[in-house]
């Protein structure tokens, strides 16, 4: 199809204004490009953004930060953008059936009194675990913030008998056989498990469970920078620090910073088809018919709304787009929001530490054993009995997000399967809302007496209000099926696509979801690469627009006029 008459109005057209959208925008913008920004929700950053769960109670659908990188960070100058962290400690209340609790603190040596509570010998063990797992990932040299390896690169690597005995373990084994190797108590062997199987559709017992344990020492690996909320450093996951004025408030700097470099945001600006023509990308047409017209254009969505739903089939190869439409749309996300007129107490909570414990995060998954149960049942189809629980009381760390008095627990939920084996979401969602109330009450004694409005959300509205597909917060499960040279498919996973001037920024590209920027970042970079080199896409066709004083590890510049 031949386009004519298209004015290019803009440099870049990013579709999406999520996290990761408008950092690849914000990269882009300080290296001089006129980039425009489209979303079509009324508010900027997908599941970050603030969200009203009911009047005067605001807080977001992710609930923390853990994994923001500080090279996005500092690069964005975020924190002169309005960005600032408070950081409570205690950090993690991880309670426990049995009435203990493990309660994470920054400080190393009163996280290793936590862990000697549960087993002398797992201090040691707890810190070998992690010392293996960052050693591996500098054998392994797979960067975060460059194109990865195919598979063929990364086994290429594996120079020695131990570093593919480590290979298979992490990315071939299951988190509940390596935490085996190193750990005795079961109890710390349930907290480290649920780092691997978060948000993934799989049990501590699948092979590949172990993978996401390697994200933090591939960072580190890949990155020296250094900040005072560096997640990356931090003894614990979930230590990183809470974000004052919510999570809202990461991706309204993420806009200020974009703006201040001459980029434009426009809301409630959905995107009907992108514009393609002969083998190039050259704009887009939005809901309203407005067309316009960009040298390059970037989509923050995933794989099968970018290319199955807003690319006419004749311009995509029948193959590529057969293989996008096989990638699993699967994910196991339920949310409870709660507004309370107080926060109960956790009958875990050490004496003296009661409120210290409700300013920090949450997680409830008592055992391997809990973990797996709750994901069988959702294999099969039903709405976990044992649900595992990632929350937070947001009002703590900042009380100006509900009224005057009143708090708010803001929980994720896993599992709950997209499609239910008897019902459907419409009647179910409800039932399965107040069961989850009732396993936090197990934790929580007297919360359901302090009630004073709920909402949940199943995987249903996740998708269609979030665009999550499946109601998968990383598009894309972070398993080795779907990492390295694979995300999101083969032979595309440098954020390019098979039309020049088509690039993906979002969680199903390396290196993956949760809130890290890296996807932004690293499909900036690529952009801008292929843009200095006289090129657009895999074909290598020229864009016209000029890159002038930037340079790949931290574009800076001001957007021509």
Request: proline residues 7%; hydrophobic residues 40%; charged residues 20%.
């Amino acid at each position: 199809m031949r386009i004519t008459g298209l004015v290019k109005r803009y440099d870049v057209v990013l579709i999406g204004g999520g996290h990761n959208g408008l950092t690849c925008a914000a990269y882009l913008a300080r290296a001089g490009l006129r980039v425009l920004v489209c979303e079509r929700r009324h508010i900027v950053g997908g599941p970050c953004a603030e969200y009203e769960y009911f009047p005067g109670y605001r807080a977001s659908i992710t609930n923390s930060p853990g994994s923001l990188e500080p090279r996005v960070v500092a690069d964005l100058e975020l924190e002169r953008h309005g960005l600032t962290f408070t950081h409570p400690d205690p950090t993690l209340m991880f309670p426990f059936p049995d009435g203990r609790a493990f309660v994470g603190w920054r400080d190393r040596a009163q996280v290793a009194e936590q862990i000697r509570r549960f087993s002398p010998r797992d201090v040691d063990g707890y810190a070998a675990l992690f010392e293996y797992l960052n050693r591996f990932a500098e054998r392994l040299g797979a960067s975060l913030f460059e194109a990865p390896p195919t598979l063929r690169a990364l086994v290429s690597r594996l120079e020695t008998p131990e570093d593919e005995e480590a290979f298979a373990k992490v990315f071939l084994g299951s988190v509940s056989d390596l935490l085996d190797e190193f750990l005795e108590s079961a109890h710390l062997k349930s907290m480290l498990a649920m780092l691997g199987v978060m948000s993934n559709w799989l049990s501590p017992l699948s092979p590949g469970s172990a993978t996401w344990l390697m994200m933090r020492p591939m960072s580190l690996a890949s990155s020296s920078v250094a900040a005072e909320h560096d997640p990356r450093r931090q003894v614990l996951r979930g230590s990183t620090g809470l974000p004052l004025g919510g999570m809202g408030s990461i991706v309204r700097a993420m806009r200020a910073s974009l703006e201040a470099a001459g980029g434009t945001v426009r809301t409630e600006c959905a995107i009907r088809r992108i514009l393609v023509d002969g083998e190039r990308a050259i704009g887009v047409v939005l809901e309203d018919g407005e067309e316009v017209g960009a040298g390059i254009v970037v989509s923050n969505l995933d794989p099968w709304t970018t290319y199955l739903d807003l690319i006419e089939a004749p311009n995509l190869q029948p193959e590529f787009r057969a293989t996008v439409e096989r990638l699993p749309r699967r994910g196991s996300a339920f949310k409870v929001a709660l507004a309370l007129d107080a926060i109960p107490d956790f009958a875990a909570a050490p004496k003296g530490l009661e409120r210290a414990c409700a300013g920090c995060q949450f997680r409830i998954a008592p055992s391997i054993e809990y973990q797996d149960r709750a994901f069988e049942d959702a294999k099969h189809g039903r709405p976990s009995q044992g649900p595992v629980f990632w929350g937070l009381f947001p009002t703590m760390a900042d009380p100006t997000l509900a009224p005057p008095g009143r708090h708010l627990l803001s929980a994720n939920i896993f599992h709950a399967p997209n499609e239910l084996s008897d019902g459907a979401w419409s009647t179910e969602r409800d039932r399965f809302g107040e069961h989850c109330i009732d396993v936090l009450e197990e934790y929580l004694p007297g919360l359901r007496d302090r009630i004073v409005d709920r909402r949940f959300w199943s995987p249903a509205d996740l998708e269609a209000e979030f665009g999550l597909p499946g109601a998968n917060i990383t598009h894309l499960d972070m398993t080795p099926r779907h990492m390295f040279g694979l995300r999101p498919v083969a032979g595309f996973s440098d954020h390019r696509s098979p039309i020049a001037g088509l690039y993906n920024c979002g969680s199903s590209t390396w290196p993956g979801g949760t809130v890290t920027g890296a996807p932004g970042y690293n499909a900036g970079r690529q952009v801008l690469a292929d843009l200095a080199e006289g090129g657009g896409g895999k074909s290598g066709l020229r864009q016209p627009s000029a890159i002038e004083g930037t340079t790949h590890d931290a574009p800076t510049g001001r957007n021509r006029s």
